[in-house]
């Protein structure tokens, strides 16, 4: 069971260009997440999918767009990178049973 | 608007002392109350949680203690030991984990 994972671990854009970041769970569940954690303002959550073919806005989802693309992944998209995107950035599921959201090890990104 | 408040910002510990981290929240309306222990490099893991219909749990050498009247909840971890250095973030969401506020988190450092 390898659990949350994230393509890639880490990235450098310039201003203007474009990135998809990936994630996939291998657990079964329903619900998957994306965070961005920026220092002294904790994790925020960007957008989610609370199943299969539904996503919605989190608090900070200007600047981004997301794909669930299977019950497995969920994408997140950069379109035109700006330096205020630079951030680690998590994914997360969880299962329908139980409350825990599992973490990916974070894809590190710097918009110069 | 920074829904959940936590402090310190950053805490020091001697080995086998009590660390004690504090949350604020303002919306009425949570439910669900976890703490995250997050290493370097790695992603956020949930350490314990707690629901408003208790005023204390304990894990160990981990409790949180929940105040409703006054809006609060604390991470207490006895007998600090160096392997408890990490970041701790306390967050807060309604109807369970589907939507997790955080705080801004904690950095603790446990001196050997």
């Known amino acids: 069971n390898a659990g949350v994972t994230q393509t890639p671990k880490f990235q450098v854009l310039k201003t203007g260009q474009s990135m998809t970041l990936q994630c996939a769970q291998d657990?079964?569940?329903?619900?998957m997440y994306w965070y961005r954690q920026d220092p002294g303002m904790g994790l925020r959550l960007i957008y989610y999918?609370?199943?299969?073919?539904?996503?919605d806005k989190g608090e900070v989802p200007n600047g981004y767009n997301v794909s669930r693309l299977n019950k497995r992944e969920f994408s997140l998209r950069l379109e035109s990178a700006a330096p205020s995107q630079t951030s680690v950035y998590f994914c997360?599921?969880?299962?329908?049973?139980?409350?825990?959201?599992?973490f990916g090890p974070g894809t590190r990104l710097t918009v110069t | 608007q920074q829904q959940v408040k936590q402090s310190p910002q950053s805490l020091i510990v001697q080995k086998g002392g009590i660390s004690i981290i504090n949350c604020a929240y303002e919306?009425?309306?949570?439910?669900?109350f976890p703490w995250y222990q997050q290493f370097p490099g790695k992603g956020p893991a949930l350490l314990i949680a707690?629901?408003?219909?208790?005023s204390e749990k304990k894990e160990g050498r981990f409790t949180i203690s929940f105040n409703k009247s006054a809006k609060q909840f604390s991470l207490h971890i006895m007998d600090s030991q160096p392997g408890d250095s990490a970041t701790y973030f306390c967050?807060?969401?309604?109807?369970?984990?589907?939507?997790?506020?955080f705080g801004q988190g904690t950095r603790l450092t446990i001196n050997p």
């Open positions: 657990m079964n569940h329903n619900s």
């Open positions: 707690i629901r408003p219909d208790v």
């Open positions: 999918s609370a199943s299969e073919g539904t996503t």
């Open positions: 997360a599921s969880k299962g329908l049973a139980g409350d825990e959201q599992y």
């Open positions: 967050a807060a969401s309604i109807g369970g984990a589907q939507k997790l506020v």
């Open positions: 919306n009425t309306a949570f439910d669900y």
